[in-house]
């Protein structure tokens, strides 16, 4: 009688009429890297040319792999003419890609562009998009399109403040635990680029050559000075938390101050041993500092992202999820945050919240946005973890027409998981849309202490 009752309520509100009351509820997008005065699209190249539909185009043929010039400089117009013109002949292949059909769905709702882009049309296409480039009113109308209330970006991206109604911050700086192929003390040359610095932006994966420090790390002091600077930094910015990654290639240990030592001699020598021995001790001395800051802002990294010659690849070993419980359960007063981008590892670190009261998930991290794997990941998070220990959207997008097309994506699949479970009898109708409304407002406000304006609040 139970199902009876609730496959009737079922009925009476179809999956459309489901997605048409999701996609009214309020959403907070923790990640991405909007920049200030400048938050849509400077040309089709910046929707075109997003790095997730580069490597579509890549896998197609493409022969380009490497992103576009990179904030805080431009692609100048003819890097941009170079590139389009480059991929246009592999748009056909890739056309079946989520993230294709996420473009798509860019030009058409938002610029209201159906044809198909070719070798006679994308400048008309491009001139549309540039016209548009520096609206602030066309900016914020694309912001109410998405329903997104306020976004977290990088505080490096802050400019002069322009959208600080609608942006907050994490600092995305320095990666001490990330690896870079062919380097062995990754760790410390952040450390140095940090060194005495206000916050920039960080170094790129498969970064080639650094510049050089203008301070160099020596000895232990000079760890333990490159540490307390960086966290001063945090305490003297508005930054809700870090992003940062957690490299599955680090064995992550406790390392004492005499093992540091000898390893800091090691050097102009230094190989997978070292590199394990400076990442480790550098990130326990980090986490160490921002616990005593007290409960001020989160520790959020990302997982399972590797890097390749250009991006990278979706892997994560068992090993490292074992070590991330140890290094949240030796750290209680600092809150954890993952996002994550392998499948198979979700269901692991739905274990681990279930029993460390400060580590949380969320959303659905580069190798993770594809609605099917959104959908397995939701449906997972949803059987284990009660809602404000999962956040249910961000977009890692660089300008808002991405953020639009993404948070669609999710809203979609939100949609279709909570019809299901109200059809087979888990969660009436208003439970699904309280569900909804806890991970797609409620508990990012509250993990990460999202402060809103008054008339949102």
Known sequence: RYLMVNTSQSSMKSQREFFDEISSLPVLDIHTHLVGGKLSARGLHDILLYHMSISDLYAAGCEDAGRLTEYPDWPTRDETIIRIERALPFLDASSNTSTAWC???ILSDLYAWKAPITVDNWRKLDDIIRERADDRAWQREVVRQTGIRQFVTEFARREEGQDDDLLQYALEWGFFTRCQAGE??????ELERCWGKRPESPMPIGTGSRPAPTRTINSLDDVHAAVDDYVSNISSVPV????????TDINYCEISESEMTDALSRRDRASIEERNIYA???NERFLSALERLGDTLVFQFSMGAEPLPFETSSRLSQQTIGQLGAMVSRHPGLRFQCLLASRHANQSLCSLCRELPNLSLAGYWWHNFFPSVIGQVMEERLDMLPTNKQ?????DAYVVEWAYAKVQIVREVLARTLSARVEQGQYTCDEALTIAHAILFDSPKTLLGIRLPSNMS
Do not use: K, M, N, P
């Open 391 to 395: 956040v249910g959207f961000f977009s």
């Open 280 to 282: 480790s001790y550098v």
């Open 184 to 189: 062995f003390d990754t760790a410390l040359c």
């Open 103 to 105: 473009i798509r769905r």
């Open 240 to 247: 809700l938390s870090t992003a940062t990654h957690l490299s």
